[in-house]
């Protein structure tokens, strides 16, 4: 099943620690294709934010990391700050689709 | 540093077909390492792909899209271009163009990640 499964929101406090879950499938992340995440600031185009899982483009903060195992995938962001509210999106290849495939987003509040 | 401006009408009507024009800046378009994309976003919802298409004109569809949808390149004007055709109100999104990586994945050339993205053109389906 060519799906990529976010939680639609979640939220924290400046300063705290939260992560992200992307789920995929056999499709796409359970046969080994790498996973990306993107930043989508209110109003703007979405921003390369972690590529091939855990790799950070320049002027990205290290407070922002990937991880994926199996068929998930996870964003972490660390010391929260007020301007991280934003959707993020994972990504990645899917076999079946033959073609680039999007999680749903995940919308982050800091409270 | 890489730039990508999306260019075309902002309101098209239903039934008839949407144009959008992507000039691309500060790099050739004939990079073998990457792909160009199209990717939109309905208003208050997610990222859908498009589809995806190689300076030698090589193209990859959405499946759900792929019967409407044709790209182009031109090279010499170092941009790619989206019809999409028989438009309804579901059309009516803020149309992306942005570049992938291509790259060998589990033994294969696959896309990988979009790095440089366009600012977006919001075109409206509508009489």
């Known amino acids: 099943q060519s799906v990529l499964t976010q939680p639609p929101s979640v939220s924290g406090a400046p300063g705290q620690r939260l992560t992200i879950s992307c789920a995929g499938s056999s499709s796409n992340i359970g046969a080994g294709y790498d996973v990306h995440w993107y930043q989508q600031l209110p109003g703007t185009a979405p921003k390369l934010l972690i590529y091939?899982?855990?790799n950070r483009p320049s002027g990205v903060p290290d407070r922002f990391s990937g991880s994926k195992s199996g068929t998930s995938a996870s964003l972490a962001i660390t010391g929260l700050q007020a301007d991280d509210e934003a959707d993020y999106y994972c990504q990645s290849y899917d076999s079946s689709l033959s073609g680039v495939l999007f999680g749903g987003g995940t919308k982050l509040t800091v409270l | 540093q890489l730039h990508l401006q999306e260019s075309g009408p902002g309101l098209v009507k239903p039934s008839e077909t949407l144009s959008l024009t992507c000039t691309v800046s500060g790099d050739s378009i004939t990079s073998s390492s990457y792909n160009w994309d199209w990717i939109r976003q309905p208003p208050g919802k997610g990222l859908e792909w498009i589809g995806s298409?190689?300076?030698?004109?090589?193209?990859y569809y959405n499946p759900s899209l792929k019967s409407r949808v044709t790209m182009s390149i031109n090279t010499s004007k170092n941009q790619f271009s989206l019809r999409l055709t028989s438009v309804t109100a579901a059309d009516t999104a803020v149309y992306y163009c942005a570049r992938i990586k291509w790259g060998v994945v589990v033994a294969i050339v696959t896309p990988r990640f979009l790095d440089f993205w366009g600012r977006g053109s919001l075109v409206t389906v509508s009489s």
């Open positions: 298409i190689h300076y030698t004109g090589s193209t």
């Open positions: 091939d899982n855990n």
